[in-house]
């Protein structure tokens, strides 16, 4: 079975360019999730979908952070514009009932310079 | 909103001792998952616990959920240094989910 799909596996731009980043989950699984993690911290839940719905996107920053899953399967997460502190791994999850186990990407080191 | 406090931040312990990491939660837990990150690596899913009271455990790892599913724990006995990494516990409420700060422990051999 393929694990949790990521691209780019690493991102260096200047702050206040744009950047996305694309997710491809299992097979199968309706709700993919999309984390950032500052180094040294743990996983902080930017947006969750359930198929296309989103369930919860209470931490995502409105203003630069836009997410989508258009067809239920991939998504996109975008900044734009960045700011140096958006400097972090974007990992993407994804999970199916009844486990809930979710399966974690490679993620994406982003640097903001 | 849900708040989890994560302790200790780190743990370093000698191969052979027995190493516990606590979950605490500001409100009452749907369930509580528990993760492991190597270092420069991803999260990979331990246990998921779900009942009240309840405890798993697979092989040296033992894993509890409180008795008013607002606090959880891991045990490894016997640490060995493949045991090194972040350990993480993942809380979710209705639906949020939410991940503590981790216990980093580290084995000196």
């Known amino acids: 079975e393929a694990g949790v799909a990521q691209s780019p596996r690493y991102k260096i731009i200047e702050k206040r360019q744009s950047v996305a980043f694309w997710c491809n989950p299992i097979?199968?699984?309706?709700?993919l999730y999309w984390y950032q993690q500052i180094l040294g911290q743990g996983p902080k839940l930017l947006i969750q979908f359930q198929n296309n719905g989103v369930v919860d996107d209470s931490q995502l920053p409105k203003d630069r952070f836009s997410a989508e899953r258009l067809k239920g399967v991939d998504s996109t997460l975008k900044i734009q514009p960045a700011k140096l502190e958006d400097s972090a791994v974007y990992l993407c999850?994804?999970?199916?009932?009844?486990?809930?186990?979710?399966?974690f990407g490679p993620g994406t080191r982003l640097t903001v310079l | 909103g849900q708040q989890v406090m994560q302790i200790p931040q780190y743990q370093h312990v000698q191969e052979g001792e027995d190493f516990t990491t606590y979950c605490n939660s500001s409100t009452t837990l749907s369930n509580i998952q528990w993760y492991k990150q190597r270092p420069g690596g991803h999260p990979v899913f331990l246990i998921q616990l779900v009942k009240s009271g309840e405890v798993k455990k697979q092989k040296r790892l033992t894993f509890q959920f409180g008795e008013a599913k607002k606090n959880s724990s891991l045990h490894i006995t016997a640490t060995q240094t493949t045991d090194v990494g972040t350990y993480f516990c993942?809380?979710?409420?209705?639906?949020?989910?939410?991940f503590g700060a981790g216990t980093r422990l580290t084995v000196k051999p």
């Open positions: 993942a809380v979710r409420g209705g639906n949020d989910m939410r």
């Open positions: 999850a994804s999970s199916a009932q009844p486990t809930n186990e979710q399966f």
């Open positions: 097979s199968g699984h309706a709700t």
